[in-house]
C-alpha cells in the first residue's frame, strides 16, 4: 500500500482502547515487559540523566515505571484510559512515583502539565500518518523547555515485517503503520530541533526484529 487509499483512510487510526481491552498485553505487539535496549543505553551512558521526563504513547508504563526507579520525574501519556489505567495500577504494584495523563497527542495537550527536559516514544510515529505529524511535532515542541532532549525510534521504510514493502502497512491485529525514511524525520524535525543523531537502527519486538528510524534531538 504505497498510496494513501480510501480503504487506509477507513483504517486511519485504530481504536487503540478497544486493543487494550480485548487484547492480553502479551498479545500487543507493542507492549513489552521491558524498556527498550535504546532508551536503557541512553540511561546508562549518561546521555539523559534524571529530569522532568513525558513519556508519549506510553502504554501499560513500562518505560516510564523503569525512569522513575532511576530518579526521573516521569509524566505517562497516551489516549487510552485503559492503558493508562493499567500504568497506574503497574507503577503502584512496583511503587514507582509517576503520573499518568489520558490526552490526545494530536490535541491541543491542555491536559499535560508543565514542560520537560526530556521527551520520549517509542514506536509511536509509525502510528500518526504524515499529513498530523505536524502537528504532532509542534506539540512536543510546545511541551519541551528550551534545550530539552528529544528522543523517537519509529519503523523504517526498509523494515522486512508487514509484507516488507510499501509505506502503508497493515499489521497482524489490523492497524495501519506508516513506514517512515531518515529524511522524511530530517525534514519533520528541523524546524523545531536540532539533531543530534539519526541513524536506521535494528531493534528488538516480540514477533520478530525491526529496522528502525533512531532520532535524537536537541529542542531549540
Not at 486511519?12 to 515487559?33: C, F, G, M
Request: proline share 5%; net charge negative; charged share 25%.
Amino acid at each position: 500500500m504505497d498510496d494513501y487509499s480510501p480503504d487506509v483512510a477507513c483504517m486511519k487510526y485504530a481504536d487503540v482502547d478497544k486493543i487494550y481491552q480485548t487484547l492480553p498485553l502479551d498479545n500487543i505487539p507493542w507492549n513489552s515487559r521491558t524498556p527498550p535496549d535504546a532508551l536503557v543505553t541512553l540511561v546508562r551512558e549518561g546521555t539523559v540523566r534524571p529530569c522532568t521526563t513525558v513519556d508519549l504513547g506510553c502504554g501499560a508504563g513500562t518505560s516510564a515505571i523503569y525512569l522513575a526507579g532511576l530518579g526521573f520525574d516521569v509524566t505517562g501519556v497516551d489516549s487510552s484510559p485503559t492503558a493508562i489505567q493499567l500504568a497506574g495500577e503497574h507503577a503502584k504494584q512496583r511503587g514507582a512515583r509517576c503520573r499518568f495523563v489520558v490526552a490526545d497527542l494530536l490535541g491541543d495537550l491542555h491536559e499535560v502539565t508543565g514542560t520537560f527536559d526530556f521527551a520520549y516514544d517509542w514506536e509511536l510515529m509509525h502510528h500518526i500518518f504524515p499529513e498530523d505529524r505536524e502537528t504532532y511535532i509542534r506539540n512536543v515542541h510546545k511541551i519541551t523547555n528550551p534545550g530539552a532532549t528529544y528522543f523517537s525510534v519509529c519503523f523504517d521504510e526498509s523494515d522486512p515485517q508487514f509484507g516488507g514493502s510499501g509505506k502503508y502497512r497493515t499489521t497482524r491485529i489490523g492497524t495501519t503503520l506508516y513506514f517512515s525514511s531518515e529524511s522524511e524525520i530530517r525534514d519533520l524535525t528541523t524546524p523545531y530541533f536540532d539533531i543530534r543523531e539519526l541513524k536506521t537502527i535494528d531493534v528488538k519486538s516480540k514477533f520478530g526484529p525491526h529496522r528502525a528510524v533512531y532520532l535524537l534531538a536537541r529542542r531549540r
